[in-house]
C-alpha cells in the first residue's frame, strides 16, 4: 500500500538510479490522479520496476497512454481497420516455434544487445518503454539498463566538453548494420530519415540533465564518422561502468518501465532453442517531455 502521505513505497534498485515500487496493482490505474504519483517517481527515478502482476494487454496500453501517445511503428503497414497489437520482443513464431539462431528475425533481436535509447531514429523518440515479461527462458535473458543521467553527472569535464552543445544524427540501419550487413537492408530499417538531436536531454520536471545515447548513433556534429564512432563508443563505455547499471532477472508478470531520455538498455543472450516473450509498449515524448529542447536544426 502507498506510505501513509499518498507516495508509493519503494526500495532501491541500483545506489544510483531504479527503485523497485511495492503494493501497487497497476491494473488499477485507471486515472490520471492514480498515474501522478507514478509519474512522479519515473521523473525521479529513471526506472521503476513492479513485480507480481498480471498485466492485461489493456491495462497495459492504459498505463502506456498515461505516459503519452502510442508510438506505432507498423501504422504504414497496418490492414485497413487492422487492430493495432502490442508488440512483443520474442524469438516465438506465430505457430508457436521458435527461430533458428541466424535468422534475420533472431539477428534481429540480438541487435537489442548493443547499448541502446528506443526510437531515436523515429520523427518522435519514445519517452518510456513499459515491458512485462510472459514467457522466460530458464537461463539468460536478462534486461540491463544503464542510467546516462547518473553517468553524466559523474563525468570528467574534459569528456563532457567533448559532447556538450553538439547534436548526434541517428540512424535505424546503423545498429543493425553492426550485427549483420544483411538484416541492415531490409526495408523496415529503412523508413525514417536520418535524426539529428541534442547530444543532452534535460528533464523538465527536475532539471537534471542526461546523455542522450543509442547503438543508432553514427556522427557527432563537428566529427567526422570515425571521429564520431570513437567518442561514441568511449561515452557509451563511462555510462555502462556497474555503478550506473541495473540488471535486471526476468519473472512472469515484473513489469518494467525506464526513462528513454536518461536511460539506455540491452537485452542479454539465452538459449535460443527456448522461448522468451516480452510484451513491450513505447509511449512517444511530448513537448511536456523536453522534447522541443532537444531538436537540432537540420545540417
Known amino acids: 500500500m502507498p506510505a501513509a502521505n499518498g507516495t508509493p513505497k519503494t526500495t532501491p534498485l541500483t545506489e544510483t538510479f531504479g527503485a523497485e515500487v511495492h503494493d501497487i ?6 486515472t490520471e490522479a492514480d498515474f501522478a504519483p507514478l509519474r512522479d517517481l519515473f521523473d525521479e ?24 501517445p502510442i508510438e506505432d511503428r507498423l501504422a504504414d503497414e497496418r490492414k485497413p481497420g487492422e487492430a493495432y497489437k502490442v508488440p512483443e520482443v520474442s524469438n516465438v513464431r506465430e505457430d508457436g516455434s521458435v527461430s533458428e539462431a541466424m535468422d534475420l528475425h533472431t539477428l534481429n533481436l540480438k541487435s ?14 519514445a519517452l518510456v518503454n513499459v515491458i512485462t515479461a510472459r514467457i522466460v527462458p530458464s537461463t539468460g535473458g536478462a534486461t540491463e539498463l544503464a542510467s546516462t543521467r547518473a553517468g553524466w553527472a559523474d563525468m570528467p569535464e574534459e569528456l563532457k566538453s567533448r559532447i556538450r552543445g ?6 535505424y540501419s546503423h545498429s543493425r548494420k553492426k550485427i549483420s ?12 530519415p536520418d535524426q ?37 563508443d568511449e561515452l557509451t563505455a563511462y555510462c555502462t561502468q556497474p555503478r550506473f547499471v541495473y540488471s535486471h532477472n526476468w ?7 525506464w ?34 529542447t532537444i531538436r537540432m536544426d537540420a545540417a
Open 112 to 125: 537489442n544487445f548493443l547499448w541502446h535509447s528506443d526510437s531515436t531514429f523515429l520523427p518522435t523518440p
Open 45 to 68: 527515478h529513471s526506472t521503476l520496476l513492479f513485480r507480481n502482476q498480471t498485466l492485461t494487454d489493456e491495462a497495459h496500453l492504459r498505463i502506456a497512454n498515461f505516459f503519452g
Open 181 to 192: 550487413e544483411e538484416l541492415s537492408k531490409l526495408p523496415m530499417f529503412h523508413k525514417w
Open 259 to 292: 526513462d528513454q531520455r536518461a536511460v539506455m538498455h540491452r537485452g542479454t543472450p539465452w538459449p535460443y532453442e527456448e522461448p522468451r516473450k516480452l510484451s513491450s509498449i513505447c509511449s512517444s515524448a511530448q513537448a511536456r517531455d523536453g522534447l522541443d
Open 166 to 171: 553538439r547534436g548526434i544524427w541517428h540512424r
Open 25 to 30: 496493482d497497476l491494473t488499477q490505474i485507471m
Open 196 to 232: 539529428h538531436w541534442s547530444s543532452i536531454w534535460t528533464n523538465p520536471a527536475n532539471g537534471r540533465e542526461a546523455l542522450y545515447l543509442a547503438s543508432h548513433a553514427f556522427r557527432i556534429d563537428g566529427y567526422d564518422e570515425a571521429e564520431s564512432e570513437a567518442l561514441l
Open 251 to 257: 519473472n512472469v508478470g515484473d513489469v518494467l518501465m
